[in-house]
């Protein structure tokens, strides 16, 4: 009788950086190099900045004006939830669904940039 086959262990693989998604960072690199390619850049990090800008004032007026409005109306500092006051639910609590969909948006909306750039780059390529 034959023994039984074991099965093999999958190779270990070190990783020392993330991996390329694509050839077109590289692209990107040798691009920026050129005038055409300094434009394109550019104009990536003015909408990648103008995003964060947004998520800065949305995170600002969204968690920042909480306290704000506690000190404009003393009243709400009374108002109890649930036996927990009002202030400590929307502080403790409510912000961090907030803190996840913003930080969920700005992903989302970042890696939309990312991708419109490098089908623009794509598209520069060809003849």
Same mark, same amino acid.
């Given at each position: !009788?034959?023994?039984?086959?074991?099965? %093999?262990?999958?190779?270990?693989?070190?990783?020392?950086?993330?991996?390329?998604?694509?050839?077109?960072?590289?692209?990107? @690199?040798?691009?920026?190099?050129?005038? /055409? @390619? *300094?434009?394109? !850049?550019? %104009?990536?990090?003015?909408?990648?900045?103008?995003?964060?800008?947004?998520?800065? *004032?949305?995170?600002?007026?969204?968690? @920042? #004006?909480?306290? /704000? &409005?506690?000190?404009?109306?003393? #009243?709400?500092? @009374?108002? +109890?939830?649930?036996?927990?006051?009002?202030?400590?639910? &929307?502080?403790?609590? #409510?912000?961090?669904?907030?803190? /996840? #969909?913003?930080?969920?948006?700005?992903?989302?909306?970042?890696?939309?940039?990312?991708? +419109?750039?490098?089908?623009?780059? $794509?598209?520069? $390529?060809?003849?």
């Amino acid at each position: !009788m034959s023994e039984p086959r074991r099965p %093999s262990r999958p190779e270990r693989v070190r990783v020392t950086r993330p991996p390329q998604r694509s050839a077109s960072r590289a692209r990107a @690199g040798e691009l920026a190099e050129t005038r /055409l @390619g *300094g434009v394109y !850049m550019r %104009s990536l990090l003015r909408e990648q900045l103008r995003l964060a800008w947004w998520v800065l *004032g949305a995170l600002t007026l969204g968690v @920042g #004006a909480l306290p /704000l &409005l506690f000190w404009a109306a003393p #009243a709400l500092a @009374g108002v +109890h939830l649930l036996g927990v006051p009002l202030p400590w639910l &929307l502080l403790g609590v #409510a912000v961090y669904p907030f803190l /996840l #969909a913003l930080g969920w948006w700005y992903v989302v909306r970042a890696e939309r940039n990312e991708r +419109h750039f490098a089908e623009l780059l $794509e598209g520069s $390529e060809r003849p």
